[in-house]
């Protein structure tokens, strides 16, 4: 079992950075893909838009078309972490951002995605 609590959310103006935090528990956190996903109203967990993963195995790191060049995820083994560095943000990129694990591959699918956060908002002001 893996819980997962997300930090850093908040209100920025565009051009700003965030940076957010996933703290996971549990011993089988390092063998867990994760993934950042962010949701806006009117779409469910299916329509989860993907921003970034971070593969287990190799430490491969993907990332959605949107946010290429602005956003970075990394990874803290030894603090059970994974972070998402966002810069340039955009008030396209306001959403409510979710953390995931899976125990495959990094996926761009939600649904395959085992565990999630709670969720953090983030809202960018023009």
């Known amino acids: 079992q893996v819980q997962l609590v997300e930090f850093g959310g908040g209100l920025v103006q565009a051009g700003g950075s965030l940076r957010l935090s996933c703290a996971a528990s549990?011993?089988?956190?390092?063998?867990?893909?994760m993934g950042w996903f962010r949701q806006t109203p009117g779409k469910g967990r299916a329509g989860r838009e993907f921003v970034a993963g971070i593969s287990t195995s190799d430490g491969t790191i993907y990332y959605g078309d949107s946010v290429k060049g602005r956003f970075t995820i990394s990874r803290d083994r030894t603090k059970n972490t994974v972070y998402l560095q966002m810069n340039s943000l955009e008030p396209e990129d306001t959403a409510v951002y979710f953390c995931?694990?899976?125990?495959?591959?990094?996926?761009?699918?939600?649904?395959?995605?085992?565990?999630w956060g709670q969720g953090t908002q983030v809202t960018v002001s023009s």
């Open positions: 549990g011993r089988t956190f390092s063998s867990y893909s």
């Open positions: 995931a694990g899976t125990p495959g591959p990094v996926y761009r699918n939600p649904i395959l995605y085992t565990y």
